[in-house]
């Protein structure tokens, strides 16, 4: 049933994003186009925050367990963070990369049904379990965006146009992103504290996460003190990122961390 379900909203999702998409970029200049645009988008973003609470009341616990219900709420975070961008700053190319992004990841979880299960192990059951990763999921996908906004800077400069407040974006959602990471750290230790007696462990995953933090620190500290260097901080960005989908992903894959107690379920 759950299944189902996911596959239904996940279609109808994508339908809706792309729908709105292409009518955000159709030059038709009806007065209904920019409100239907953004209601497709809109709605089409809500369909899977109202399918995560169902699952919520469905599993009786949060649905953050394993490696696909994280994407759900990545999907659905980075999605939710394009609209905004585009609401606030007029950037049509925002949602474009920001929904690719979501339905890439609803298209993996619909290629990887996920089982359902409700048990969650003894660790699991503390209250330090659904705050820890919700705000590193959303940290992750602040910091998605991050690098979609650095890329689209490295375009302009490779074409020899430079746009600051561009780069400014770039530093805000660094900004929180980082914030939120940082969050996800002290909960981690809180919850590790709590339920192994141990706030650090240096587990494969916690090492991975520590390197990821400093290199967005690194990045903040490189942009404060040289604010009118852009090209080596970009490019660092990109970097960034990609070390935070190892630790995100790629640490599940390692030999080392197969005994790993931070090692998602599929």
Same mark, same amino acid.
């Given at each position: 049933?759950?299944?189902?379900?996911?596959?239904?909203?996940a279609i109808?999702?994508?339908?809706?994003?792309?729908?709105g998409l292409i009518l955000l970029y159709l030059p038709?200049?009806?007065?209904?186009?920019?409100?239907?645009?953004? /209601?497709?988008?809109? !709605?089409?973003?809500? %369909?899977?925050?109202? $399918? &995560? =609470?169902?699952?919520?009341?469905?599993?009786?616990?949060?649905?953050?367990?394993t490696l696909g219900q994280t994407r759900l709420w990545y999907s659905l975070f980075i999605a939710s963070i394009g609209i905004l961008i585009f609401y606030k700053w007029k950037m049509k190319w925002v949602p474009v990369f920001s929904i690719f992004f979501s339905t890439l990841f609803l298209l993996i979880n619909f290629l990887n049904p996920e089982n359902f299960d409700k048990s969650l192990m003894p660790a699991l059951q503390s209250i330090w379990f659904v705050p820890h990763?919700?705000?590193?999921?959303?940290?992750?996908?602040? /910091?998605?965006?991050? !690098?979609?906004?650095? %890329?689209?800077?490295? $375009? &302009? =400069?490779?074409?020899?146009?430079?746009?600051?407040?561009l780069v400014l974006l770039a530093d805000n959602t660094v900004y929180i992103g980082f914030a939120f990471l940082t969050l996800g750290l002290l909960f981690g230790a809180l919850w590790a504290k709590e339920a192994w007696g141990q706030y650090w462990t240096w587990d494969p995953k916690e090492i991975w996460s520590f390197v990821t933090w400093?290199?967005?620190?690194?990045?903040?500290?490189?942009?404060?003190?040289?604010?009118?260097?852009?090209?080596?901080?970009?490019?660092?960005?990109?970097?960034?990122?990609?070390?935070?989908?190892?630790?995100?992903?790629?640490?599940?894959?390692?030999?080392a961390a197969q005994t790993s107690i931070h090692t998602y379920r599929s």
């Open positions: 049933m759950g299944v189902l379900n996911f596959n239904i909203v109808t999702s994508a339908i809706l994003w792309i729908v038709l200049k009806k007065s209904f186009q920019p409100f239907a645009s953004k /209601l497709l988008i809109f !709605t089409g973003t809500f %369909l899977i925050f109202i $399918y &995560l =609470i169902y699952l919520w009341v469905m599993l009786g616990h949060a649905p953050l367990r990763v919700i705000v590193y999921i959303f940290g992750y996908a602040m /910091l998605a965006m991050s !690098t979609i906004i650095a %890329l689209k800077c490295l $375009y &302009l =400069i490779n074409r020899n146009k430079f746009d600051k407040n400093l290199l967005y620190l690194l990045y903040i500290h490189f942009r404060f003190y040289h604010k009118n260097k852009v090209l080596l901080p970009l490019w660092l960005l990109v970097l960034s990122f990609l070390i935070l989908l190892i630790c995100w992903f790629g640490i599940n894959y390692l030999p």
